[in-house]
Structures are given as structure tokens and as C-alpha cells.
């Protein structure tokens, strides 16, 4: 088996293993615009010895926001196989392959949205967020209020949106900094309206992304930065009373807080395990976090293991500058551990999904109780969030 980037003739190959294993069509129009936008350098493929495409994934290069800091992502996507060369470890070589791939180009963490869970913890993944879907009958939206702003329809100025999006996605661990290109070919589309919510001085606070059909009203994206925004917008969606029956939030962050708000909060609501992710390089990770200091040096042994990222394997020694800035240095083997703990609990605390003391209490996290309480207090109270989909 050979695995290598694609090459840029082995496009059709590509899509068709995508359009068989995803079951959708492209139409020839859209073949042509993805043909065109066909990055096989981020693409990578398996071939069996006679030079055909077994398995693939794609690798998705992004930023993201963690802490109100930027750290390099690599999302993978589009991961499939040939039913035929199932079961006989082309992804699994395939993954394993790609994480070496994003630790030598710098990227720290990974991100990806999972057909299984189960399948992906196997190489180190772990859920690290959840999203909240609202179904709101009409007569139990929020009351219209009146604002001193505006609220302009189909104003779909990329910069405009993403200065919105920035602003609010900077609160959230795990929100991708979106490319216009991102913008224009993943995120916006003919079938959908935007509204933006702009100041009395002209300020742009707040855009809703949204749809209206057969009755109902789906807003893709609502995103806010003032509560004056949040009012206006709701005040807009409101205003489509007349035309629909109900209003479809389809992904808000897990600590929104509308049905606190609302005059009958009893609405449908489901909250939604949403992607997985894992640390690549943990050292190098932890180097770029930003911890709270205490105003003090400290520091924790911590014994970190990774099957599949050998690189992260062992006991380092975490050294906290005073003001929170962090060091790693091997501890080496026979050192004592404060801590132990895996890759996929190192994750999901980090990016502050699951607190210490908490996958202390579930057995995820295990070492001694004072360092754990210490951690606690370095590690920044943050929400998770994730809007895009690759």
C-alpha cells in the first residue's frame, strides 16, 4: 500500500469514492466548480499495489480560537473507503499517517465530525462541544422590541460578516477563523438570506444567516455581539409571523440562555453532541496556551499517553511562569507523575469542555488532589462552540 497527497489528475477517482460513500451527486456545473477549487495537495490518498484509490481524507488547514488565541488546526474531512477494501486498515493508516503529517507542519490540534464516536476515540479524538437546536412555535417567539438600529436584509458583505463573526466566535474554544473563500463556498449559498443588525453610529453587531420555506423559518447562523443586536434580530425573526408557523434555531451554543428569556419557555429543545478533537503536539500545545498564573512560579508533573502520536507519550514537567506562561520539558521515565491521563482527557480539558476536578470525579483524570486543584485554577473557565461543518 502506497499513501500520498493526490494528484491533480486523480480528481475524478476522488469523487467518485466521495459521491459512493457520502451517496449524493454533483451535477456537472458543480463538478466543474469543485474541479476548479481541487486542492490535491490536501488530499490523501491510499492505493493498493496497482496504483488504485483504496481510501482518502482531506485536511482542512485553519485557525482556531482557543482561550481568545489563535492556534493552528487541521481539520480532517470527506474520509472514506471502497466497500471492498473495508475493514482491512487503510483509514487507520491513513489517520495515523496525517497526524505526522500535522505535527511536522505545525499544526496543534485536530479537528473532525465523526460518523462514529467509538471509532474515533480509537485514535485519540474526544468530544469537545455540544450545540442546542430550538423548534419555536410562532406565538412563543420572543416579543418584538423596538431598537434605535437597523436591521438590513441580504446584506451579504463578506467582510462585514466575517468582522461580526470574528468578534463573537473569539469567546468560544474551537471556533474556526473562516477564509473568504470559506464564506463564499461553504458558508453562504443562493437559497439563503443574511440580516445584519447595524448601530445607530453604523456599527454592524450582529447577523442572522437564514432560510424561509414550506412554513418555517431555519436561521442557520444567529450570531450577537450586543444586546441590543440580539433584540433587534429576534424583533426581525419575529416579524415573519405572518409567514410561518414555527422558527428552527439549527445550532446555538450549549450556554445560550433563550428559554430564560422567553414568556413560555417550554419549547422544543435538543442539545447535540457536536465534533470531535484532539491535541497533535501536546507540548507544544500547552506552550501556547494561556493559563490563569497565580502570581506565583508552579509546576506538575504530568504523565500524558498516545497511541497513535508517539511524540506525546511520557512524563513532562508543566512549569507555570507566575503570569501564566507556560514551559514543557521531559521529565523523563523514572520521574513521579502528579498527574496521568490521555490524550483525549488532556483534550477535552484543555480546550475547557470538561473541567479538571470533574474528569478527576469520573476517573479520566487521576494523580494527586492538590495538583489537580491547582490545575483547576490555571485552567481558564471557557465555553465551547463550533459553527462550521467539515
Excluded at 497526524?99 to 485514535?123: A, D, T, W
Amino acid at each position: 500500500m502506497e499513501i500520498r497527497t493526490l494528484r491533480a489528475e486523480e480528481f475524478d477517482a476522488m469523487m467518485k469514492l466521495g459521491e459512493y460513500a457520502f451517496q449524493y451527486r454533483l451535477s456537472a456545473e458543480e463538478k466543474a466548480d469543485a474541479k476548479m477549487r481541487f486542492k490535491p495537495e490536501n488530499i490523501w490518498g491510499a492505493f493498493d499495489e496497482e496504483g488504485r484509490l483504496t481510501a482518502k481524507l482531506g485536511l482542512l488547514h485553519a485557525d482556531i480560537f482557543v482561550n481568545g488565541q489563535r492556534m493552528p488546526m487541521a481539520g480532517i474531512g470527506g474520509v472514506a473507503t471502497w466497500p471492498e477494501y473495508r475493514r482491512q486498515g487503510f483509514v487507520k493508516q491513513l489517520l495515523t499517517h496525517s497526524l505526522k503529517i500535522m505535527n511536522e507542519s505545525g499544526k496543534l490540534i485536530s479537528m473532525l465530525h465523526p460518523f462514529s464516536f467509538p471509532f474515533y476515540r480509537k485514535f485519540g479524538f474526544e468530544m469537545f462541544g455540544d450545540y442546542k437546536k430550538y423548534v419555536i412555535p410562532t406565538d412563543k417567539l420572543p416579543s418584538k422590541e423596538m431598537t434605535e438600529g437597523e436591521v438590513r436584509r441580504d446584506t451579504a458583505d463578506i467582510a462585514t460578516l466575517n468582522q461580526i463573526y470574528e468578534a463573537y466566535a473569539i469567546n468560544y474554544n474551537g471556533m474556526m477563523l473562516r477564509s473568504e473563500e470559506r464564506w463564499k463556498h461553504s458558508i453562504l449559498d443562493d437559497d439563503g438570506h443574511t440580516a445584519v443588525y447595524y448601530s445607530t453610529s453604523g456599527e454592524p453587531q450582529g447577523y442572522l444567516l437564514y432560510k424561509a420555506a414550506k412554513k418555517e423559518l431555519l436561521v442557520e447562523e444567529f450570531v450577537w455581539l450586543t444586546e441590543e443586536s440580539r433584540k433587534a434580530l429576534w424583533t426581525f425573526i419575529s416579524n415573519h409571523d405572518s409567514m410561518v408557523t414555527q422558527t428552527v434555531l439549527a445550532q446555538m451554543p450549549a450556554d445560550d440562555a433563550l428559554t430564560y428569556t422567553l414568556a413560555d419557555p417550554r419549547i422544543t429543545q435538543e442539545i447535540v453532541p457536536y465534533g470531535m478533537a484532539r491535541i497533535v503536539n501536546a507540548a507544544s500545545f500547552v506552550q501556547a496556551y494561556a493559563f490563569h498564573g497565580s502570581g506565583e512560579e508552579q509546576s506538575w508533573t504530568v504523565s500524558l499517553s498516545d497511541a497513535h502520536a508517539p511524540w506525546n507519550e511520557g512524563i513532562w514537567k508543566w512549569t507555570l511562569s507566575p503570569d501564566g506562561k507556560a514551559s514543557v520539558e521531559a521529565a523523563g521515565l523514572q520521574s513521579s507523575a502528579d498527574i496521568q491521563c490521555d490524550i483525549q482527557t488532556l483534550t477535552t480539558l484543555m480546550l475547557g469542555y470538561k473541567r479538571p476536578t470533574e474528569l478527576w470525579r469520573l476517573g479520566r483524570l487521576t494523580g494527586d488532589a492538590a495538583a489537580i486543584a491547582r490545575l483547576e485554577q490555571a485552567i481558564p473557565s471557557g465555553h465551547t462552540f463550533l459553527l462550521d461543518y467539515f
